[in-house]
Nanobody, 123 residues
């Protein structure tokens, strides 16, 4: 089993940056593909980015491509999401998640979830 804890959320003005972190504990972190998802009020949870087990491959939602960067440090059991050029529509609770698959853009593929961290972007 894997326990995930996100941090780094907060309030930022449009155009600003935030870096989210996800600390993992439990079974071998490098055995899991990792992802970030977000959920805005009244909306379904949506895919943001995913990274494979080694960190060598990444994939992004079109809405964040070119602005967000997902990364991981397997030696420290950490996953990150660098968010630049933030927009008000990026406002949501952001979740990190772990999958036993190589990687995945589908929330249904993920077995473990963090509690979420709030990101609010003001206009």
């Amino acid at each position: 089993q894997v326990q995930l804890v996100e941090s780094g959320g907060g309030l930022v003005q449009a155009g600003g940056s935030l870096r989210l972190s996800c600390a993992a504990s439990g079974r071998t972190f490098s055995s899991y593909g990792m992802g970030w998802f977000r959920q805005a009020p009244g909306k379904e949870r949506e895919f943001v980015a995913t990274i494979n087990r080694s960190g060598g491959r990444t994939s992004y939602a079109d809405s964040v491509k070119g602005r967000f960067t997902i990364s991981r440090d397997n030696a420290k059991n950490m996953e990150f999401l660098q968010m630049n050029s933030l927009k008000p529509e990026d406002t949501a609770v952001y979740y990190c998640a772990a999958t036993g698959l190589f990687w995945s853009g589908s929330a249904k593929s993920y077995d473990y979830w963090g509690q979420g961290t709030q990101v609010t972007v003001s206009s």
